[in-house]
């Protein structure tokens, strides 16, 4: 009854905020909660663990404080939803959250919120306060993305083999917090960006020939995604390896599931994976599988994409990393995963993944 | 073995056109075929099949000609890549068929495609001149879409249960011909434009409840949840409601299910379904269900949408619908599906979806 548990925590915490606020009320205290301050300047990358990680500087936001209130009023009242939603076992998404907030304080002309921005804060907010992530608050957003493998896991009491699922895959929830693993015959997971590599890697039954679970959504992973990355990793230790074209958006992407993002640099704890490997396409590639033919060139944006990652910390402190930034930068051009199909529709499969696992080439 | 039969059939095809071009260079013909003429002048309305349909227009396109050799060579190139595929019962995507088609011309420095572009529109045309849709010439775009309710089907072997896929619901894969139904007990499909509110909907196993399925992607649908629906709807005789936000884009997304769409009306056949009808949400149910106070502005681009689909001739004819859009332009506001969730998280599935059913409240 793990779930039931993580519930009951979660009902404390929040709880725990409403007490503390009725407590300060009673005493004539002008009530008030503190919470990490947002933004760049209190974003860090921590060596120690390898993901971004949230500063030491900390805000308090007063009730009684024209500057405060309204951001004040919204968090408390997404507090009171998320409680609610928590206790009636329900989900609801980000949107639907604004519609449930939204209301007009009696006596005035005054909305609890105007828009959607207002409740999105109010839920990063609350994550920060509670340390809690959105989906342990019960708010979910869009899914997206596939997974198959061998592989059978318990979801809302249906038992889902992700081995026969034949061409679709099991639809991906946006939220894996209550999904329990009944039996694990992998011995490590592919996330890749595309959905049509997914799809040929699923049709020639690369999951089973190279014993791995293969995940895709398209282009960033969500964030249900790189929590069953995390997962898997943590709690069945499987190595996570992340599969993207040649180019600066396939290394951004590893970034985020790796690393973290910036603007959710809170809850990287719960999303970030330091332990996930790049495995390709790599600017070696390019020559060892002769894919010179079928460069791109860069544009604008992605001349500017690079000049930014070059400049994170954390990939400064890999001399690998800055290897291969630089000759991507060099060369000036990109290759797609896609690419590979000149050579034979299943070469991947049955040619570049095999390598890349037995030469353990992978950019970490 | 009614999928071996199709693959057969579509290799008769694809090797007819192949037979008929060396029998003109046989008998030293300059080697040509005929198409469809392309683009809106081409594309009608059919009254008696409620859909968008290719004109009788027929351009022909000749090898011994400057500005056709090229669109020639990679249409043959492409029914080649296409009969190669069949044969080997796999399947490729969009982007990769460019790959799988890029070559020198041996003695030369030309290409034989340049961009995607080319590739696309040569798909296209292979459509136009065999009459097969893309999915059945083995090439597949990206996947997206969950589906849940009581049906077992079989694809690629395995057995899929929809009413026991958790939270995730089964990944509906791109191409589903070859998907055959075991088992249906539902009385009707609900297309849904929101993962989320499918999300709501399955949480509260609302499919389960109604007794129908229920499927999501995000906005428009793809062209596998499509024909997904079209065979539930035509093999199953199961209506199909389609469930949207009261504003133009989901009016939009209800014509392109029901008619089709004006750059694929060759495709109308197998992709249309003119028996679907819009459950909503309508500019009445604002009223009924008393959402004014969710009204969201009109901006340029919704005005402008408006105003296009007002002018299409398969809504001009529905008295019914010129009413509804009429209404929609006086309003000059839009109200999503979400706003529900201010009545409570269930009200959808316990007020809206019922009453709607009840008092076969659709338009069509």
């Not at 679709?168 to 992998?186: C, Q, Y």
């Not at 790599?282 to 990652?309: A, G, P």
């Not at 994170?312 to 290759?335: C, D, H, Q, T």
């Not at 991947?348 to 890349?356: D, S, V």
């Amino acid at each position: 009854m793990a779930e039931k548990q993580k519930g009951k925590n979660s009902i404390e915490i929040i709880s725990g905020l409403g007490k503390n606020l009725y407590a300060q009320i009673s005493s004539g205290e002008n009530p008030y909660f503190d919470l990490p301050t947002r933004g760049l300047a209190n974003v860090k990358y921590s060596e120690e663990k390898r993901i971004l990680t949230m500063g030491s500087g900390l805000s308090r936001r007063y009730f009684l404080n024209v500057g405060h209130v309204r951001k004040f009023v919204q968090t408390v009242a997404m507090a009171a939803l998320s409680k609610e939603l928590i206790e009636s076992g329900k989900h609801t998404s980000l949107r639907s959250a604004f519609y449930q907030i939204r209301r007009t304080i009696p006596g005035t002309k005054i909305d609890v919120v105007d828009d959607q921005s207002e409740t999105n804060k109010a839920i990063e907010d609350l994550e920060l306060i509670t340390d809690l992530t959105r989906e342990q608050l019960h708010i979910n957003a869009n899914k997206a993305g596939a997974v198959a493998g061998n592989v059978i896991v318990e979801d809302r009491g249906d038992v889902i083999d992700w081995s026969k699922m034949g061409s679709g895959g099991w639809a991906i929830p946006s939220n894996v917090e209550d999904l329990s693993f009944k039996k694990i015959d992998a011995k490590f997971v592919i996330y890749m960006e595309k959905q049509t590599i997914w799809d040929r890697m699923n049709e020639d039954k690369a999951w089973k020939k190279l014993n791995c679970i293969i995940i895709a959504s398209q282009g960033q992973a969500t964030r249900g995604i790189r929590r069953l990355l995390q997962r898997l990793s943590r709690e069945h230790n499987l190595p996570v390896y992340i599969l993207t074209d040649g180019d600066i958006w396939g290394v951004y992407i590893y970034s985020t599931i790796k690393f973290g993002s910036i603007t959710l640099a809170s809850a990287s704890d719960k999303l970030a994976l330091p332990e996930a490997k790049f495995m390709g396409l790599t600017m070696d590639d390019i020559e060892k599988y002769d894919l010179k033919r079928h460069l791109i060139k860069f544009k604008d944006v992605d001349v500017s994409r690079l000049n930014q990652i070059k400049n994170y910390e954390w990939f400064k402190k890999s001399k690998r990393w800055m290897e291969e930034l630089g000759k991507m930068e060099k060369l000036g051009a990109k290759v797609e995963l896609d690419a590979f199909t000149a050579k034979g529709l299943s070469f991947m499969t049955e040619h570049y993944l095999p390598e890349k696992l037995r030469e353990k080439d992978f950019l970490d």
